[in-house]
């Protein structure tokens, strides 16, 4: 599984630079406890949210180091009413000087059903929430990595984050930007409100819905689990819900959500790729941009997405289909044009009980998304050990003979504005070829043909090749410094 996370701050120059470092500890903290006194371990503070709005950021960021132990919710969220175990109101200075909140027992699959790793526990609208009071620059610039969230049937999302209100249409948000979530297990949630649009989101929500948008926004090598009605009869409740351009959601393993990644109207310079996306009720991707609500200026910088060597299976398969009579792998509408087309290519799907690929209420898949190279295998003949229902023993390696091995891609969309469209490593930390074919999924197969080897950081951090990505990509985008109050924005798709 993960491997000990070893973190460094890359300067663009290639120097490293110093990091502070705080300590938490349920079982030992103590919040009266200075900022000072709290960066020796043998003295840290009791909650996660204590830190919030103490630390000073050095050159190299803030590492908040928190120990295994069960962390409850404590917090009302200022501007908000939330009730959650973190509020950030304060978050990094740059690309490089970032804060991250870090699980020193990193979350796995294995922990699943389980209280181990860093449980965090709360009960409705969000465990890990932006709240509404900001900092000067807001909370850009913030990493969640590690933890585990308990099951929670009221919580409008596990992990949240909320544009500023009162933007123009189309503009971006200047509080929620540069938010990577990084190998975290998120247990089943949303399930008693799945039908109400006010209180049910997606297990990882990015930036609210709708009008605006943030950049920057990394969802990778998490494990996710039900979100929304279990049943299947309810709108809402998604596994990643990313509302932002220039955003990157790779080597994610989730299973039994309404749809499992939805990029709405943010679908935008936007990579999915290495994902296994599993019985989904209604889709295994949504990419829309409808022009309706300007996240992507309007249409002017639609396109340029690439969704590459994905596994999407079993959509649709044994739920009731009570509003939308769905059950596709991707669907793909008004997301892109002739001149910034979308690439989908070499992902493998089976069992998708309404296809592959399928259009918005009757119309025409996107003409200028290609779909070539498109693998069909049962997934029991794809993994070691395959389940619609993901378990604590579940093995989502590839099996010996499987098409995924070697049968990805490393070619992104004509014109994209990244680089690389694959992730450097796998989601345990074994590294990719850096071109030429790939395997498909969130693991990389041993016997591939291709040099293997490990390494620290694991997977959760990109390579320095891809952190130079993200970085001219943040500062493209010109993260706004001024910040402005958040609150949730949940309006109802069309």
């Given at each position: 599984?993960?491997?000990?996370?070893?973190?460094?701050?890359?300067?663009l120059?290639?120097?490293?630079?110093?990091?502070?470092?705080?300590?938490?500890?349920?079982?030992?903290?103590?919040?009266?406890r200075?900022?000072?006194?709290?960066?020796?371990?043998?003295?840290?503070?009791?909650?996660?949210?204590?830190?919030?709005?103490?630390?000073?950021i050095?050159?190299?960021?803030?590492?908040?180091?928190?120990?295994?132990?069960?962390?409850?919710?404590?917090l009302?969220?200022?501007?908000?009413?939330?009730?959650?175990?973190?509020?950030?109101?304060?978050?990094?200075?740059?690309?490089?000087?970032?804060?991250?909140?870090?699980?020193?027992?990193?979350?796995?699959?294995?922990?699943?059903?389980?209280?181990?790793?860093?449980?965090?526990?709360?009960?409705?609208?969000?465990?890990?929430?932006?709240?509404?009071?900001?900092?000067?620059?807001?909370?850009?610039?913030?990493?969640?990595?590690?933890?585990?969230?308990?099951?929670?049937?009221?919580a409008?999302?596990?992990?949240?984050?909320?544009?500023?209100?009162?933007?123009?249409?189309g503009?971006?948000?200047?509080?929620?930007?540069?938010?990577?979530?990084?190998?975290?297990?998120?247990?089943?949630?949303?399930?008693?409100?799945?039908?109400?649009?006010n209180?049910?989101?997606?297990?990882i929500?990015m930036a609210?819905?709708?009008?605006?948008?943030?950049?920057?926004?990394?969802?990778?090598?998490n494990?996710?689990?039900?979100?929304?009605d279990?049943?299947?009869?309810?709108?809402?409740?998604?596994?990643?819900?990313?509302?932002?351009?220039?955003?990157?959601?790779?080597?994610?393993i989730?299973?039994?959500?309404?749809?499992?990644?939805?990029?709405?109207?943010?679908?935008?310079?936007?990579?999915?790729?290495?994902?296994?996306?599993?019985?989904?009720?209604?889709?295994?991707?949504?990419?829309?941009?409808?022009?309706?609500?300007?996240?992507?200026?309007?249409?002017?910088?639609?396109?340029?997405?690439?969704?590459?060597?994905?596994?999407?299976?079993?959509?649709?398969?044994?739920?009731?289909?009570?509003?939308?009579?769905?059950?596709?792998?991707?669907?793909?509408?008004?997301?892109?044009?002739?001149?910034?087309?979308?690439?989908?290519?070499?992902?493998?799907?089976?069992?998708?009980?309404?296809?592959?690929?399928?259009?918005?209420?009757?119309?025409?898949?996107?003409?200028?998304?290609?779909?070539p190279?498109?693998?069909?295998?049962?997934?029991?003949?794809?993994?070691?050990?395959?389940?619609?229902?993901?378990?604590?023993?579940?093995?989502?390696?590839?099996?010996?003979?499987?098409?995924?091995?070697?049968?990805?891609?490393?070619?992104?969309?004509?014109?994209?504005?990244?680089?690389?469209?694959?992730?450097?490593?796998?989601?345990?930390?074994?590294?990719?070829?850096?071109?030429?074919?790939?395997?498909?999924?969130?693991?990389?197969?041993?016997?591939?043909?291709?040099?293997?080897?490990?390494f620290?950081?694991?997977?959760?951090?990109l390579s320095?090749?891809?952190?130079?990505?993200?970085?001219?990509?943040?500062?493209?985008?010109?993260?706004?410094?001024?910040?402005?109050?958040?609150?949730?924005?949940?309006?109802?798709?069309?």
């Amino acid at each position: 599984m993960i491997r000990k996370l070893i973190f460094a701050c890359l300067l663009l120059v290639g120097t490293v630079c110093a990091q502070t470092n705080y300590y938490v500890d349920i079982a030992t903290g103590d919040d009266t406890r200075s900022a000072a006194t709290a960066q020796n371990p043998a003295t840290p503070w009791k909650t996660i949210g204590n830190a919030d709005g103490k630390m000073t950021i050095s050159a190299g960021g803030v590492i908040v180091h928190v120990k295994a132990g069960a962390y409850t919710a404590g917090l009302t969220c200022a501007g908000t009413g939330y009730n959650s175990v973190v509020c950030v109101n304060q978050g990094g200075t740059s690309a490089t000087a970032r804060i991250r909140y870090q699980c020193d027992t990193p979350a796995s699959l294995a922990m699943l059903g389980t209280n181990q790793g860093c449980l965090l526990l709360a009960t409705g609208s969000f465990h890990v929430a932006i709240s509404g009071a900001g900092y000067p620059g807001g909370a850009n610039f913030v990493d969640i990595v590690g933890f585990h969230f308990a099951p929670d049937p009221v919580a409008f999302a596990l992990i949240g984050t909320s544009c500023a209100q009162g933007l123009p249409a189309g503009t971006q948000c200047p509080n929620v930007n540069s938010w990577h979530i990084y190998g975290n297990l998120t247990e089943p949630a949303g399930s008693a409100n799945a039908c109400d649009i006010n209180h049910a989101g997606a297990a990882i929500e990015m930036a609210g819905r709708h009008g605006n948008w943030a950049t920057d926004l990394q969802v990778i090598g998490n494990w996710i689990g039900p979100d929304g009605d279990p049943n299947g009869s309810c709108q809402y409740g998604y596994a990643v819900y990313a509302n932002g351009q220039n955003q990157t959601i790779q080597n994610n393993i989730m299973w039994q959500s309404r749809i499992g990644v939805h990029v709405f109207d943010g679908a935008c310079n936007t990579v999915v790729s290495n994902n296994v996306i599993i019985n989904m009720v209604e889709l295994g991707i949504l990419a829309w941009n409808h022009n309706i609500y300007g996240d992507c200026s309007q249409g002017t910088l639609k396109g340029l997405n690439t969704f590459n060597n994905n596994v999407i299976v079993n959509t649709g398969v044994g739920w009731p289909h009570v509003q939308f009579n769905e059950g596709a792998g991707i669907q793909a509408s008004q997301e892109c044009t002739s001149t910034r087309p979308t690439l989908i290519s070499n992902n493998l799907m089976f069992g998708n009980v309404a296809g592959n690929f399928l259009g918005y209420n009757g119309t025409a898949f996107d003409p200028c998304a290609a779909t070539p190279n498109t693998k069909a295998e049962d997934p029991t003949t794809t993994f070691v050990n395959f389940a619609n229902s993901a378990t604590a023993s579940s093995d989502f390696h590839l099996k010996a003979g499987s098409q995924a091995i070697g049968g990805g891609t490393s070619t992104c969309v004509a014109g994209a504005p990244y680089p690389s469209c694959v992730p450097p490593t796998d989601i345990a930390g074994t590294v990719r070829p850096a071109s030429g074919p790939q395997d498909i999924g969130a693991y990389v197969k041993s016997s591939a043909g291709v040099p293997i080897v490990t390494f620290s950081p694991s997977p959760l951090l990109l390579s320095f090749r891809s952190r130079l990505a993200r970085l001219r990509l943040v500062q493209a985008a010109s993260i706004p410094s001024s910040s402005r109050p958040a609150r949730q924005v949940r309006e109802q798709q069309p």
